[in-house]
């Protein structure tokens, strides 16, 4: 690994929360600073979200940009099979997806995360 | 308990609460709530999740006075003394669900033995089951997500709503009811009646639509405004007392949303922006039967503590059709759990999975579809993190559908056979067999606005 980043979980530089509308679920995700979102425009891709949840077997990701709040929103078509009544996995409404995501790894710059994790401290404290 | 004036100025600021998120929400938050803000000018109340209707169809269909929130009209009850004593909170709500007119007689009843009389607008129209099962017309009503033609599921119709927007339950505001009841309503509508009420906003100010909109949206889901289901959820303060969500509204539709000192929880930017994105689409394409919304440009400060700014949601015409929620029976399901414990417990759990359906299976019960999860493993979200297999204890969970009830019947009874024929270290077994629920599958569809006719119907305090 290169000494000038490291691999960090979404999670320590981002929020969630994830629900259903239909037959697919939604993710909020929400950077903790406006250096961390730019940062995850260029890494978080669709294709990246949709491999994390190949298994659920989205038919496509959109990923929709809300620079003012630090956010994305990501609708992943499909991934509650036939719909919240139909389903028979225990999280049928996707409950779960959005603090599944904030797993994810990204290899990420050494001073952005010490700036991230700074201003999350901070912000979280006051 | 004070009494206080009635805001009726439009230069006021409109404060407009939550307290009832789903049906089964905390029965004592509206009394929680008014006993700490007896100053609200509105409470809105959401009972109807997507298949909810579809459980009060059954209920009516035992007892044709049924159909409707009965929680509501307790809840109703239950504020009386608020009211005796001059509080003059006036409350918007879906709880009339399949039978507002029945929802609102026991309404009534009840307040008046509570010898609290007051004027019930009842909010009806959004009922489209017989348009729907009458039409002869095979390119409408399609499946909004899967295009399919309405035939497949026509003579399984349970329930058909249309989503009404505010405009006729802000009439029955404008005509003095303290209580107003209605069935299907897109839920923030619950909070744009009230602002439109109050402001008297007419149907084509759309910006100011919209800003109450979102704030009806932020606010619909109770406590997860204020700190429910976050992230940060282990570093709230007194998490068993969680607030319920205030809308505090200008007339111009700048408005904060906060929640009533003393209670637990946070109303902060993380909060707020959480719940701003919960369960929608394209941000710049919120549709909703008031306005069209795009939130592309709002933004959420912290004015204080608790006190959240929402501002720049943009307004545009609403759709000239409304959506309808339609529901249809879709045969039986099943589920049960059990409690693994040993060396490798996920394949235990799993390969005691595969024996029940291999039991249903021999006893000509194959189910049409089923789904094994060893829960602890990482099988709620597969993939997303590792599997763990070297697990010492884990939970079984085994669910199944089919169109014939007796399938689900025989998986109840081959799951708890389970006990004495599974592996060692079954254990967990204490709430009997799972009991077999019908389906209803959820069938999105279009009607257009235009032939949607909601009407009030305002019941006199006798």
């Known amino acids: ?126 | 308990m004070s009494k206080v004036s009635h805001h009726s100025s439009i230069n006021s600021t409109l404060r407009i609460g939550n307290a009832q998120a789903f049906w089964g929400d905390s029965p004592d938050a509206a009394v929680r709530l008014l006993e700490a803000r007896p100053d609200l000018d509105f409470l809105t109340l959401d009972y109807l999740a997507e298949v909810s209707l579809s459980i009060m169809a059954i209920q009516k269909d035992k007892n044709p006075e049924a159909g409707y929130a009965a929680d509501f009209v307790e809840l109703a009850g239950s504020l009386a003394p608020f009211w005796r004593a001059g509080c003059h909170t006036r409350i918007v709500t879906n709880a009339g669900g399949l039978n507002p007119m029945g929802c609102a007689l026991a309404c009534r009843d009840v307040l008046q033995a509570a010898d609290c009389p007051v004027r019930i607008g009842v909010v009806t129209g959004d009922d489209v089951l017989a348009r729907l099962k009458n039409s002869t017309d095979s390119t409408r009503f399609k499946n909004l997500e899967t295009n399919q033609p309405l035939e497949e599921v026509r003579d399984r119709l349970v329930t058909a709503n249309a989503y009404l927007g505010a405009q006729t339950a802000a009439e029955a505001l404008a005509r003095g009811a303290h209580i107003v009841i209605c069935g299907r309503v897109a839920d923030p509508s619950l909070t744009v009646a009230a602002c439109r009420a109050h402001f008297g906003w007419s149907d084509t100010e759309y910006d100011r639509l919209a800003a109450a909109t979102v704030a009806g949206h932020l606010i619909e889901c109770g406590t997860q405004l204020t700190g429910g289901i976050s992230t940060h959820w282990m570093e709230l303060r007194q998490p068993e007392n969680l607030g319920f969500p205030i809308v505090e509204m200008s007339v111009d539709g700048s408005f904060v949303v906060t929640k009533a000192e003393g209670t637990g929880g946070e109303v902060s930017e993380f909060t707020v922006k959480e719940q701003l994105l919960y369960e929608i689409g394209d941000p710049a394409c919120y549709l909703s039967p008031d306005v069209t919304v795009s939130i592309q440009h709002v933004t959420v400060v912290e004015r204080g503590r608790d006190r959240v700014e929402v501002s720049g949601a943009r307004g545009f015409p609403p759709s000239p059709m409304l959506k309808v929620s339609a529901t249809y029976r879709d045969g039986f399901r099943a589920e049960g759990m059990l409690v693994i414990v040993g060396p490798e417990a996920p394949s235990r759990a799993r390969r005691a999975g595969e024996v029940v359906i291999a039991r249903m299976r021999q006893a000509g019960f194959a189910p049409e579809r089923w789904h094994i999860e060893a829960l602890g493993s990482g099988d709620v979200v597969p993939g997303a993190v590792g599997r763990q297999d070297d697990l010492f204890e884990c939970v079984l969970r085994i669910a199944v559908a089919d169109r014939r009830r007796e399938v689900a019947e025989c998986f109840s009874r081959q799951l708890a056979s389970l006990v004495t024929s599974g592996p060692a270290g079954v254990t967990g077994y204490t709430s009997g067999r799972p009991p077999v629920r019908p389906i209803f599958g959820y069938w999105p569809c279009l009607i257009p606005a235009a032939e949607v006719g909601p009407t009030v119907t305002i019941l006199e305090a006798v």
Not at chain 1, 48 to 56: G, I, M, P
Not at chain 1, 93 to 105: R, S
């Open chain 1, 1 to 126: 690994m290169n000494g000038q980043s490291k691999r960090v979980k979404l999670r320590e530089i981002a929020f969630a929360r994830s629900g259903d509308k239909g037959s697919n679920s939604n993710i909020g995700l929400f950077a903790y600073t406006p250096e961390g979102y730019q940062y995850l425009r260029q890494v978080l891709k669709p294709e990246t979200v949709a491999r994390h949840f190949q298994a659920l077997k989205p038919t496509e990701v959109k990923r929709y940009e809300l620079p003012l709040l630090n956010a994305f929103n990501f609708v992943l078509v499909g991934a509650l099979g036939e719909g919240g009544s139909r389903s028979l996995r225990v999280d049928a409404q996707g409950k779960a997806l959005g603090i599944a995501l904030l797993e994810l790894e990204v290899e990420i710059p050494a001073t952005l995360w010490a700036k991230c994790l700074r201003e999350k401290r901070e912000s979280r404290d006051e």
